[in-house]
């Protein structure tokens, strides 16, 4: 118990901000009038870039972004070159490999990479990621620890011992994820300060849609992304009668989640025993609401305010059309959508009705939360 205590304290204690940046690329084969490859920048969460090879487009979608392209023309050119020639010629030769490998020879086939970093701001630790997806579905990753490839199923092992033998590779992954990306995060990090650095905390508030319904702990405008958010019963979190929703994007770049707990076998002179809690990373301040019945907004009822529906989000738009039009991708993402929730651990959250406060976005839009701590 002592052990738990004091760990929830450094870990509270030592809660840093994590940055983190991500390079999805998604290559496919066999379709026609489908760009061959479409890579995404995503810098802790939000879209910084995006590059698309058959319309030949390498777009920023942060102000930040195309003041380091007019900056800085080394890297405009770099990135140009890895948009254009490199990525597409890697991923060319992967697929033509996987194919032979796995002994298909036509029909579509879609290869996805998640490359990237997460870098902690105060200890200065770098993790990084070097994964693939073949059509749809989780198959090989690099390990930095043994610096190996690792088959995440049984028909990539050809693929992994072949790949293990290409030490140049290797040494060049390895450098991507522990140099190059991270002093590519720290450079996005220091362009972009004014947004990327900032610190806004949510407005909470207590959402029921009917008298027997769980209550939800809703924030909205809080960044970044790395928050949590939890129910208390007598000052300690509980897990049992929780469900925790995803983070979710707002139009404005702000985030937003809500996590519900079922009151039903609660009598309603426990409920004051209960509060929410939300946690910026490396914020001090808490921000806790106690579960006051007064303070519940509501559908029903005469004393209940109303819950009108938010605006339906405009980022869907931009995002819709440039990134996942298309329809290969959206299949071809699904990979990862699976891979992130599994890897959040928690059920995704059943559809709501017309009272939903939440923004359903694209799915890529929106993250799983994972703790500061348990990552
Ligand atoms: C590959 O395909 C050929 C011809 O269809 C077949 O004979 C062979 O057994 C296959 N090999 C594997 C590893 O599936
Ligand atoms: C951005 O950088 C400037 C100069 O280094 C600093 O003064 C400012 O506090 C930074 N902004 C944020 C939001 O961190
Ligand atoms: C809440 O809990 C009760 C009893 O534990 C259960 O019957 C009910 O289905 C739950 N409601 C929801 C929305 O999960």
């Known amino acids: 118990m002592k052990t738990l205590f004091l760990l929830l304290l450094f870990c509270h204690v030592s809660s840093a901000v994590k940055h983190t940046l991500k390079f999805f690329i998604t290559a496919s084969s066999g379709v026609p009038k489908i760009p061959e490859l479409v890579i995404t920048a995503e810098v802790d969460g939000s879209l910084a870039g995006y590059c698309d090879t058959n319309k030949k487009i390498l777009e920023p979608k942060q102000d930040w972004m195309k003041k380091i392209f007019e900056d800085d023309p080394q890297y405009f050119e770099w990135a140009t070159q890895q948009c254009f020639e490199r990525m597409p010629n890697i991923f060319k030769v992967m697929i033509h490999n996987l194919k032979q490998h796995l002994n298909?020879?036509?029909?579509?086939?879609?290869?996805?990479?998640?490359?990237?970093?997460?870098?902690?701001d105060k200890t200065g630790e770098v993790n990084g990621f070097n994964q693939y997806g073949y059509n749809g579905e989780d198959?090989?990753?690099?390990?930095?620890?043994?610096?190996?490839?690792?088959?995440?199923?049984?028909?990539?092992?050809?693929?992994?011992?072949?790949?293990?033998?290409?030490?140049?590779?290797?040494?060049?992954?390895?450098?991507?994820?522990?140099?190059?990306?991270?002093?590519?995060?720290?450079?996005?990090?220091?362009?972009?300060?004014?947004?990327l650095q900032r610190k806004e905390l949510p407005s909470v508030s207590l959402l029921q849609k009917t008298s027997s319904s769980p209550v939800s702990c809703h924030a909205t405008g809080f960044y970044p992304d790395s928050a949590t958010l939890i129910w208390r019963k007598d000052g300690e979190e509980i897990h049992e009668d929780v469900d925790h929703g995803e983070i979710l994007l707002n139009h404005d770049g702000s985030f937003q989640m809500s996590v519900d707990l079922n009151l039903s076998s609660v009598t309603p002179e426990d409920w004051r025993r209960y509060d929410c809690v939300f946690q910026l990373s490396g914020e001090k301040n808490d921000i806790v609401t106690k579960l006051d019945k007064s303070e519940i907004r509501t559908n029903w009822g005469k004393t209940g305010m109303r819950i009108d529906k938010e605006e339906p989000s405009n980022i869907t738009i931009p995002i819709t059309a440039t990134v996942v039009?298309?329809?290969?991708?959206?299949?071809?993402?699904?990979?990862?959508?699976?891979?992130?929730?599994?890897?959040?651990?928690?059920?995704?959250?059943?559809?709501?009705?017309?009272?939903?406060?939440?923004?359903?976005?694209?799915?890529?839009?929106?993250?799983?939360?994972?703790?500061?701590?348990?990552?």
């Open 104 to 120: 298909q020879s036509g029909g579509v086939h879609i290869l996805q990479g998640l490359l990237g970093c997460e870098w902690d």
């Open 139 to 195: 198959f090989i990753s690099f390990d930095l620890k043994t610096l190996t490839w690792i088959a995440l199923k049984p028909q990539a092992v050809t693929t992994k011992l072949m790949w293990d033998t290409d030490k140049a590779r290797i040494k060049y992954n390895e450098k991507l994820v522990t140099e190059i990306f991270p002093e590519l995060l720290k450079k996005y990090l220091d362009y972009g300060n004014s947004s």
């Open 325 to 375: 039009v298309l329809a290969v991708v959206l299949i071809a993402v699904i990979g990862f959508i699976v891979y992130k929730k599994k890897k959040a651990n928690r059920p995704p959250r059943p559809p709501e009705n017309s009272t939903e406060l939440s923004e359903k976005l694209n799915p890529e839009t929106s993250r799983a939360n994972t703790p500061p701590c348990t990552q």
